[in-house]
């Protein structure tokens, strides 16, 4: 029998820079009633995955890319993921591809396009951007993997307005458009932009990015900010949250302005819960997400993502924080 390509199925990117919100935007993709089913594939930027595990335990199917980026040396597993969805297209109704915090959003988009077989069964529906409002100005002063997410974005989700003030809120709000004019900008806190406003757009233009960027179809070249480094750690025993608190608490302070992104999925002691912690420098969060699997094992895994990490050091702080 031939294998008919039928209509075609929207992809949403969704990018932002390291600790942007992407995470917590997803989730509410996933956890509300809109009646659609979606494909995750999640990149992350590291040895060991810990992503995966802070999407929300829905019937999606989730797969994930570790130890590359998305955009350029595990691009060839994402055209393979892609290909391998497509034969059983009939699950779910969309594709949202979450990148690392470090990718270039325009060579993933172009996979779309220089690929037969994705081309065909697949369309770009938009490339959404999460931007986090209080870091953005340091951001685009060190990172120029942020302005590309910006300019290259068809939806822009501001997030965490609500640690700025108004008149911050104004100055990223304009530093954001004066890098992408045509994007259409959502104001958010913790990603609660209604879904609709995000799903099914039609955003993508391939003519106006074209008319922008006329080597895009043929460019594969992109370079990473080549002095930001991930770190992983993972040990067996239970954590002491009392021990572990006091040293991230301590690490945060004193390294918080060079630790870009930290998140971890930890086993406490005597908890059957996992715990998910998350930082962006030196604002922490974390909190239990859900019971351990049956004959799951419980390690504990912890990523670190910045600049100037000393390994041995942080390697010898996590073990402390082992439960005697």
């Known amino acids: 029998m031939t294998d008919t390509p039928g209509p075609k199925v929207p992809v949403t990117v969704l990018t932002g820079y390291?600790?942007?919100?992407?995470t917590t935007l997803l989730n509410r993709i996933l956890s509300e009633q809109h009646g659609r089913k979606y494909a995750v594939v999640i990149n992350e930027f590291g040895e060991l995955g810990v992503d995966n595990d802070l999407v929300v335990d829905t019937d999606e199917e989730v797969f994930e890319m570790n130890n590359g980026c998305i955009c350029c040396t595990v691009r060839g597993d994402l055209i393979r993921i892609v290909g391998g969805l497509m034969k059983r297209r009939d699950r779910f109704d969309g594709i949202i591809i979450e990148t690392t915090g470090l990718a270039n959003p325009a060579p993933v988009a172009q996979t779309f396009f220089v690929d037969d077989t994705v081309r065909d069964r697949t369309r770009l529906d938009a490339i959404i951007t999460v931007v986090d409002a209080r870091h953005l100005p340091q951001r685009l002063e060190d990172s120029h993997e942020a302005a590309d997410q910006i300019a290259f974005a068809d939806v822009i989700v501001l997030n965490k307005i609500d640690?700025?003030?108004?008149?911050?809120?104004?100055?990223?709000?304009?530093?954001v458009r004066l890098r992408n004019p045509f994007a259409k900008i959502h104001h958010a806190t913790r990603g609660n932009v209604p879904i609709a406003e995000l799903l099914d757009q039609g955003a993508f233009d391939l003519d106006r990015v074209l008319a922008g960027h006329p080597d895009f179809l043929g460019a594969d070249s992109h370079e990473h900010n080549e002095d930001v480094r991930s770190l992983s750690f993972e040990v067996e025993t239970p954590i002491d949250p009392e021990r572990f608190n006091a040293w991230i608490g301590a690490l945060l302070a004193e390294r918080g302005g060079d630790l870009l992104r930290t998140k971890g999925i930890l086993s406490y002691a005597g908890e059957d819960r996992r715990f998910a912690f998350q930082a962006v420098h030196m604002i922490a969060d974390g909190d239990f997400i859900g019971p351990w699997k049956p004959g799951e094992p419980r390690s504990s895994r912890i990523v670190f993502i910045g600049r100037n990490l000393n390994r041995p050091q942080l390697r010898r702080g996590f073990e402390s924080c082992q439960a005697a």
């Open 18 to 22: 390291l600790g942007a919100g992407k």
């Open 163 to 175: 640690l700025v003030t108004p008149d911050e809120l104004e100055a990223v709000a304009a530093a």
